[in-house]
Each structure stands twice: as structure tokens, then as C-alpha cells.
């Protein structure tokens, strides 16, 4: 009988993960990390040098913002950007107001990679979301960005 009670014990624990926030935004976040990992290799970058690359290329912050706006350390956002500076896709400006603080900007050549990646980042996506319905996309999208970020 040991083996009953193991597959029961399994079974029960993996009912409680079904529903389990935590697990799930995890794991789903873990498939699309590797999803986009595989999609954005193919164009030199990493799944946080992406993030602020579009970060640049959409609504420039300074170093400060995008450590809080991406949840990273501010020495993580410093290696990212010095990456991202030398491969030639970002750079530094002085932010309007305070000169010590460095607005990351897109170059043109870090706009027209973006503007590749994003396509093919929006394919990968759509694969992964394709088992759901173009309403439950949608649905799942709209509550998936008020949890993420809920002062927007």
C-alpha cells in the first residue's frame, strides 16, 4: 500500500499546486523565459538585456528607474547597460533636470534590432498563447498587467 499513498500524496500535491499562485506565475513565467531565451539568442541578446533594450526604445528611464521598474539591482542595470553600450545598442544621456542622473537611450542601431526582435518576440509569444482563445489571450494579458504592474 506504500505506493498508494505515494500517488495519492502526488496527486494531492499537485492539485494544491494547480492552484497555487505563487507556482504557477513562476512556471509560466519560467516557459516564457525559455521560450524567449531560445528566440532572442538567435539575435545575440538575453532575456534583461531585451527588457531594457525596449525599456530604451519605448520610454527611456535613468539607471535608477529601470533598477525599480525591472525589479534588478542598480549594479545589475550597470552591467546591462555597459553590455548593451558597447555592442553599440544603447547609450547614456544626461537626464533633463539633473545631469547626474543618465537617461538609457536606444541608438538607431539598437532601434532597428529592436524593431527585428520584437517581431519574432511577438511570433514566440503567439505560440505560446496559441492554445488559447483570442477573448482568453486578451483576458489573461489584461489581468496578467494589473498584477504586474499595478500603478499603471
Same mark, same amino acid.
Given at each position: 500500500?506504500?505506493?498508494?499513498?505515494?500517488?495519492?500524496?502526488?496527486?494531492?500535491?499537485?492539485?494544491?499546486? $494547480?492552484?497555487?499562485?505563487?507556482?504557477?506565475?513562476? +512556471? =509560466?513565467?519560467?516557459?516564457? /523565459?525559455?521560450?524567449?531565451? *531560445?528566440? @532572442?539568442?538567435?539575435?545575440?541578446?538575453?532575456?534583461?538585456?531585451?527588457?531594457?533594450?525596449?525599456?530604451?526604445?519605448?520610454?527611456?528611464?535613468?539607471?535608477?528607474?529601470?533598477?525599480?521598474?525591472?525589479?534588478?539591482?542598480?549594479?545589475?542595470?550597470?552591467?546591462?547597460?555597459?553590455?548593451?553600450?558597447?555592442?553599440?545598442?544603447? $547609450?547614456?544621456?544626461?537626464?533633463?533636470?539633473?545631469? +547626474? =542622473?543618465?537617461?538609457?537611450? /536606444?541608438?538607431?542601431?539598437? *532601434?532597428? @534590432?529592436?524593431?527585428?526582435?520584437?517581431?519574432?518576440?511577438?511570433?514566440?509569444?503567439?505560440?505560446?498563447?496559441?492554445?488559447?482563445?483570442?477573448?482568453?489571450?486578451?483576458?489573461?494579458?489584461?489581468?496578467?498587467?494589473?498584477?504586474?504592474?499595478?500603478?499603471?
Amino acid at each position: 500500500m506504500p505506493s498508494d499513498r505515494a500517488s495519492d500524496s502526488g496527486s494531492e500535491s499537485e492539485s494544491a499546486l $494547480e492552484s497555487n499562485l505563487v507556482f504557477l506565475l513562476i +512556471r =509560466a513565467g519560467a516557459l516564457g /523565459a525559455a521560450n524567449d531565451t *531560445r528566440v @532572442l539568442a538567435q539575435h545575440g541578446l538575453k532575456v534583461r538585456q531585451y527588457a531594457v533594450l525596449t525599456t530604451a526604445c519605448t520610454r527611456p528611464r535613468t539607471q535608477k528607474e529601470l533598477s525599480d521598474f525591472l525589479m534588478l539591482n542598480p549594479s545589475q542595470i550597470v552591467t546591462l547597460v555597459d553590455t548593451l553600450e558597447d555592442l553599440g545598442l544603447v $547609450e547614456r544621456e544626461a537626464a533633463v533636470g539633473d545631469r +547626474r =542622473a543618465k537617461l538609457v537611450v /536606444a541608438t538607431t542601431r539598437g *532601434r532597428k @534590432l529592436f524593431d527585428v526582435v520584437r517581431v519574432d518576440v511577438g511570433d514566440a509569444h503567439d505560440r505560446l498563447l496559441g492554445h488559447l482563445s483570442p477573448a482568453q489571450r486578451e483576458e489573461f494579458l489584461t489581468v496578467l498587467r494589473r498584477l504586474a504592474l499595478p500603478d499603471s
